[in-house]
């Protein structure tokens, strides 16, 4: 049956990358902490998703190697495709949301020079075991310490419309605003990470 | 040997239904959600089951329900396919309106949502093709090329677009509702050509 269904589903992620080309591989970098923009980690994503395990590992053998060429001038993190549904805007910066569970970190770094930002107020919101996205008491904001690190208490993210997936925005004076959604790989992990470079205006 | 074979059939069709179903009833994701979204899944769910029985009917391939009666039980049964398909994308605006809309537009970052919508639109297309059956003054050669068509990307964009969502039915229990809805329509579209 397995034998069956890879071929369709393959169709399916073939299909995918076609219409999203740009969609893959911006989320869940959990080696560098620098969100993968170029081609090469599309394609990896884009195995990852659920095709070849050797591929996905020799893909992430390659995009490795990017990630040092990439801190000369680091681009700006794109905002995500459907990452600011349900956004509330001016979520309060809290110390857990609800009664927590559930880990969402990342970075902020500004584009150019890579340097970490502190004080950067990130918003995180998602569908938990506590209350849809567009529920106020799904949101909540924190601030990233001295070495640009945010990292957030939550409810467990649980699968909504489909994909388990968080939100994240920076919106605020001296940046872009930017809107990021990741996946989780596995809906039950307790953790999910997604990282931001900003664009000063 | 006829009627134990007919008793098989009808048991494995009936457990194709009911199976997947019951089976979702039982996720635990179903506690996390309100009514309204529950529903509008269990509306997809419920489509992906009529899916099944579409092509069996139309094809008279179930033992005792010949073509002809099969085929007045098809219409009402693609009426209520496009009322759950109706159902369940109605459901999840309801739930989420900007992720039903993202959708519409093709502009999900969810590429399921993608099939979801073309075999949406395939299925109201060709329940439309059916309604006009009469006024449209086809061949019956075209008019039924027209339909297999749209039944075609029907069942390519609902199977790819159930077995990406991560959601209350059961992983196994899905794909062996795929597997069957892709079997029943290649056999009834080779074996029907009347």
């Not at chain 2, 027209?146 to 390519?156: D, R, S, T, Y």
Request: glycine share 12%.
């Amino acid at each position: 049956m397995v034998t069956v269904l890879y071929p369709i589903m393959e169709f399916a992620m073939l299909s995918a990358h076609f219409w999203y080309p740009e969609q893959y591989g911006k989320h869940q970098d959990k080696t560098g902490g620098i969100p993968l923009t170029k081609p090469q980690a599309t394609r990896r994503a884009f195995i990852c998703a659920g095709t070849t395990l050797a591929g996905a590992t020799f893909i992430i053998g390659a995009s490795g190697l990017l990630v040092p060429a990439q801190a000369q001038g680091l681009a700006p993190t794109p905002t995500m495709r459907g990452g600011a549904n349900n956004y509330l805007p001016g979520a309060s910066v809290v110390s857990r949301i609800g009664g927590g569970g559930f880990i969402m970190s990342g970075t902020v770094r500004r584009a150019g020079d890579g340097a970490p930002l502190a004080g950067i107020r990130i918003q995180i919101w998602a569908h938990t075991t506590e209350g849809y996205e567009s529920d106020q008491r799904s949101h909540g904001a924190t601030l990233t310490g001295a070495d640009g690190a945010f990292s957030l208490d939550m409810p467990q993210i649980i699968p909504a419309f489909g994909q388990a997936h968080g939100h994240l925005a920076y919106e605020g004076d001296g940046f872009k605003t930017v809107f990021l959604r990741p996946i989780m790989a596995n809906s039950k992990d307790k953790s999910l990470s997604a990282h931001f470079v900003l664009q000063p205006v | 040997m006829a009627a134990l074979r007919s008793v098989l059939i009808w048991t494995g069709f009936a457990a194709a239904l009911v199976g997947p179903i019951a089976i979702a009833a039982t996720s635990p994701l179903l506690a996390w959600r309100g009514p309204i979204y529950i529903a509008s899944g269990f509306a997809g769910i419920v489509a992906l089951a009529l899916v099944l029985a579409q092509p069996l009917l139309a094809g008279g391939t179930l033992p005792g329900l010949p073509a002809r009666p099969g085929r007045r039980l098809h219409r009402w049964v693609g009426a209520a396919l496009v009322a759950a398909v109706a159902a369940h994308v109605g459901g999840l605006w309801l739930t989420s309106a900007p992720d039903v809309i993202d959708a519409l537009l093709f502009e999900s970052p969810t590429p399921f949502s993608a099939w979801g919508v073309i075999a949406m639109w395939a299925v109201f297309a060709a329940a439309l093709l059916a309604a006009l059956r009469g006024r449209l003054r086809l061949s019956p050669r075209i008019w039924r090329f027209g339909h297999k068509a749209l039944v075609v990307v029907v069942v390519i964009g609902s199977v790819i677009h159930a077995l990406l969502v991560e959601g209350a039915m059961g992983t196994v229990s899905k794909a062996v509702l795929c597997v069957l809805v892709v079997a029943a329509t290649a056999k009834v579209l080779v074996d029907v050509r009347r």
